[in-house]
T-cell receptor
């Protein structure tokens, strides 16, 4: 079983839809959870960052962590064509040596106008 | 703003050539990373460095080496390029942090170098 699983999509939605992106993980020691957004032919950029369980909201974006289920989600409200990108989840443990992040493979999202 | 700069956006090299990919960050970060990204495989860590002249192998170090002579610069070297090294290469940096704060976990990425080996 891979440490982090993420459905690659592609996911296609109309403008204005609510989008749910998800990752599951197997290592219960993961404490820090991140979502990166990557536009075509660009490097990933940090979108959301949460520690341990709970929700975090930033504008149209909400990150949710359910540690009991080992499941994290990113919700996008009122999706826009500019949200079309690949979304990568990433996580790490509290004391993981080398500070390396574990990434999901990414979900490709397309929002049509 | 953190800036991670990769020297080339696109490179075309021939099989057997020695290839250097350069990365520079301007935030005095201790940690620097090299990944490759391939369709269906996601981001895979090649090497990382947590200090000058220090390096650690990642998941796929074979065929690669790295150099970190200065804190701001981390180089990836393909000793003898092969066609299976055609890929998108991404450099990242992060702060080690002086406490258990969250900021040290955030990796900042460069724009990537798309390497084609013919």
């Amino acid at each position: 079983q891979k440490e982090v699983e993420q459905d690659p999509g592609p996911l296609s939605v109309p403008e204005g839809a609510i989008v749910s992106l998800n990752c599951t993980y197997s290592n219960s020691a993961f404490q820090y959870f991140m979502w990166y957004r990557q536009y075509s032919r660009k490097g990933p950029e940090l979108l959301m960052y949460t520690y341990s369980s709970g929700n975090k909201e930033d504008g149209r974006f909400t990150a949710q962590v359910d540690k009991s289920s080992k499941y994290i989600s990113l919700f996008i409200r009122d999706s826009q064509p500019s949200d079309s990108a690949t979304y990568l989840c990433a996580m790490r443990t509290f004391n993981q040596a080398g500070t390396a992040l574990i990434f999901g493979k990414g979900t490709t999202l397309s929002v049509s106008s | 703003d953190v800036k991670v700069t990769q020297s080339s956006r696109y490179l075309v090299k021939r099989t057997g050539e020695k290839v250097f990919l350069e990365c520079v960050q301007d935030m005095d970060h201790e940690n620097m990373f090299w990944y490759r990204q391939d369709p269906g495989l996601g981001l895979r860590l090649i090497y990382f460095s947590y200090d000058v002249k220090m390096k650690e192998k990642g998941d796929i170090p074979e065929g690669y080496s790295v150099s970190r002579e200065k804190k701001e610069r981390f180089s990836l070297i393909l000793e003898s390029a092969s066609t299976n090294q055609t890929s998108m290469y991404l450099c990242a940096s992060s702060s080690r942090g002086t406490s258990l704060g969250l900021a040290k976990n955030i990796q900042y990425f460069g724009a990537g170098t798309r390497l084609s080996v013919l």
